[in-house]
C-alpha cells in the first residue's frame, strides 16, 4: 500500500462524509476530510446527482488509488436502507467510470478496525482518529470522521499480512479482507 492514496465514503442522503488518506513510509496521513451536505436538494434524484457529481470531482482531484465505502446498514427501516443503498450505488459508479477499484465494509467492522469493537460510538471513532493521524480538532459534522474510517479501516485490513486490522488482531476477530476484488478473485465463474 505504500505511496498509495485512498478514499473513504460514508454515504448519505442528507450529509455524505468523506476522508482522503496518503500512505508515506508506511503511515497513513490525512490529506482532507470533508462532508457533501444533501439537506438543500428537495428532490431526490437531485440529490443523487449531486453525489455523483461531487464524488466524481474529489475522484479526479485527489486521484486515489482505491475507493472505500461503507456498506448500508441494515436495520428494520427498508426505506432508509433503500436511500442509502441508491446513494451507495452512486458514489461507486463515480469512482469506477474513472477506474477506481471500490470495497465495501460494514459499519461494525470499520469500527472494529478503528477501536477493537464493533459497537463503539461515532464519537469514540472519532476520537481516536484524532489520535492516530494526529487530527487537531473533531470537524462538526462525525460523518466526515465516518468517511475517514473507512480509508483507514480499508488500509489497515490490506497492510496486514494477516488480512486483519489493527483491532481485530488484538480481539482475536477477523479473517481476510471482503470487496469486490475479493468477490471476482473468490467467483471466477459468475463473470461473463
Known amino acids: 500500500m505504500e505511496g498509495k492514496t485512498l478514499i473513504g465514503i460514508d454515504p448519505g442522503t442528507n450529509v455524505l462524509g468523506y476522508g482522503v488518506l496518503q500512505i ?6 490525512c490529506r482532507v476530510l470533508g462532508v457533501v451536505t444533501l439537506g438543500k436538494y428537495g428532490d431526490r434524484y437531485q440529490k443523487l446527482r449531486h453525489i455523483f457529481e461531487r464524488v466524481s470531482a474529489l475522484v479526479r482531484e485527489y486521484r486515489p488509488d482505491e475507493m472505500a465505502l ?3 446498514f441494515y436495520g428494520e427501516n427498508v426505506q432508509s436502507m ?31 478496525a478503528i477501536t477493537g469493537q464493533g459497537g463503539a460510538s461515532k464519537e469514540q471513532v472519532a476520537a481516536l482518529l484524532q489520535k492516530i493521524l494526529g487530527i487537531g480538532t473533531t470537524p462538526k459534522e462525525l460523518d466526515a470522521t465516518d468517511g475517514l474510517a473507512v480509508a483507514l479501516c480499508h ?26 476484488a475479493a468477490f471476482v478473485r473468490d467467483n471466477p465463474d459468475k463473470l461473463r
Open 24 to 29: 508515506r513510509n508506511g503511515q497513513p496521513q
Open 70 to 72: 461503507e456498506a448500508p
Open 82 to 112: 433503500l436511500k442509502l443503498g441508491r446513494a451507495q450505488g452512486v458514489a461507486m459508479v463515480a469512482a469506477l467510470t474513472q477506474g477506481i477499484p471500490v470495497f465495501e465494509y460494514s459499519p461494525r467492522r470499520i469500527k472494529q
Open 155 to 180: 488500509y489497515y485490513i490490506h497492510s496486514s499480512p494477516f488480512g486483519t486490522s489493527v483491532g481485530e488482531r488484538a480481539s482475536g476477530r477477523g479473517s481476510g479482507s471482503g470487496g469486490w
